[in-house]
């Protein structure tokens, strides 16, 4: 049984090596990527002109007036002093290719206090530039930047979850391989069961390359192996998120499915333009809201135009990063005719429905504020370390079996 652990580990860590050491060095960065973006970018987040901001929907139609081909599809209502409102946008359908408009940006930075625009960006673009250097970080990390085929765009989404479904077994066979091995006796000579496992905790750093690798790899895995085992686990979780895991979760438990869960999304390239407007929306949220309590203001909304679902969320200022969505409360309401389709509050509802909230807060380390922020920056770095070594491993392994073969013939 352990020759197959063993093979098993070694083919598996070579197909998702490379993609974990990108990973890894990507998600280092982008637990930082709101402060990096502001210091690498100052130009698009700092605003300058003095005065009373005007009104989010004034933006809003400064915006869509700006660039007719454009539809924004979300947008803030609450400023931070000294800084641009950032505003989405959705490309519209161009009648006469049946496809959306080719806008080369999805990112708006408004003034709100004189409308001006002072930049545009497209979140995600593969570009280097410090203008999309964060973002291209930020989309390589989950998705590849794998184009869009046969109407999707979730290749590369996809097969990042299939990468963090192997790597989620492989974590199992990695621990178990650090077990000792079994044997007749329950001590033999003399040593207890932890004495046998105890080497596997530590790295001898002064017994060579091979051999310090060959720790690195197993101690590092054994001392961060539970969260390993959360950040495999949720990066399975949120990349196949509707095609596997909700699925699955809500056949074992009970769930409360929301609109993302129960819709089929229209094709990419067939987007459905919302009947209604965004001061209906509010006044509808803002009713609602007060009739359930709700203390938080409306801090942000936004249109999917393929789900063809509206979503106003509440929230304290500052609050929508903090917690990694856990102090945001959300109502959703159909694109087409209003209605509440239903609602998301953090920490309510079932324990799945509670499981399922808690993912992107703990992949991210949000869920602990700063100290978790810091670390799932070390974790990136060691998931990198734990590629390189696995690799330098199998390496080192394969020009030993090429020389024993050599020898014996």
């Known amino acids: ?45 700092d605003a300058h002109a003095v005065g009373e901001p005007l009104p989010p929907l004034a933006l809003v139609d400064i915006v869509e007036k700006a660039d007719p081909r454009a539809r924004v599809s979300q947008f803030p209502l609450q400023y931070e002093e000294g800084h641009t409102a950032q505003i989405w946008v959705d490309a519209r359908l161009n009648p006469e290719t049946g496809r959306r408009y080719d806008l080369g940006y ?11 625009i002072v930049g545009k960006r497209l979140w995600g673009a593969i570009s280097l530039s410090r203008e999309h250097l964060m973002s291209f970080l930020y989309k390589l990390h989950f998705s590849l930047h794998l184009p869009e085929w046969q109407g999707t765009d979730r290749w590369g989404i996809w097969l990042m979850g299939i990468v963090a479904l192997v790597w989620l077994f492989d974590t199992f066979i990695g621990f178990t391989l650090t077990l000792p091995k079994k044997t007749h006796t329950e001590r033999p000579s003399g040593k207890s069961w932890w004495s046998r496992w105890r080497p596997a905790w530590l790295v001898r750093f002064g017994a060579g390359g091979y051999r310090m690798n060959f720790d ?42 929301g609109p993302f869960e129960t819709r089929t999304p229209t094709p990419l390239q067939q987007p459905v333009e919302p009947a209604i407007s965004w001061p209906q929306l509010l006044e509808r949220a803002t009713q609602e809201a007060a009739h359930r309590g709700w203390r938080e203001p409306i801090g942000s909304v936004f249109y999917s135009d393929n789900f063809v679902v509206q979503a106003v969320n509440f929230f304290e200022p500052g609050m929508d990063h903090d917690g990694g969505g856990m102090q945001v409360k959300t109502l959703y ?43 799932m920056s070390v974790m990136g770095v060691v998931v990198a370390m734990l590629s390189i070594t696995g690799v330098y491993i199998w390496w080192k392994k394969r020009g030993a079996r090429k020389r024993t073969s050599a020898t014996a013939i």
Do not use: C
């Open 216 to 257: 690195l790899h197993r101690a590092g895995g054994l001392w961060v192996w539970g969260i390993v085992l959360i950040l495999a686990f949720t990066s399975f979780s949120l990349n196949l998120y509707r095609e596997v895991f909700y699925p699955v979760m809500s056949l074992v438990s009970k769930t409360t499915p």
């Open 106 to 116: 999805d990112h708006v930075f408004v003034d709100p206090v004189s409308g001006k």
């Open 1 to 45: 049984m352990r020759t197959i652990l063993v093979i098993l580990h070694r083919w598996f860590g070579l197909f998702i090596s490379v993609f974990l050491l990108i990973a890894g060095l990507t998600g280092a960065l982008i637990s930082w990527d709101h402060e990096l973006d502001e210091w690498l970018n100052p130009q698009l987040f």
């Open 333 to 375: 309401y159909d694109g087409k005719d209003g209605r509440l389709l239903g609602d998301r509050v953090p920490w309510q509802g079932t324990a799945a429905d509670v499981f399922v909230q808690l993912q992107f807060p703990l992949h991210s380390g949000r869920i602990l504020g700063m100290p978790g922020r810091i670390l």
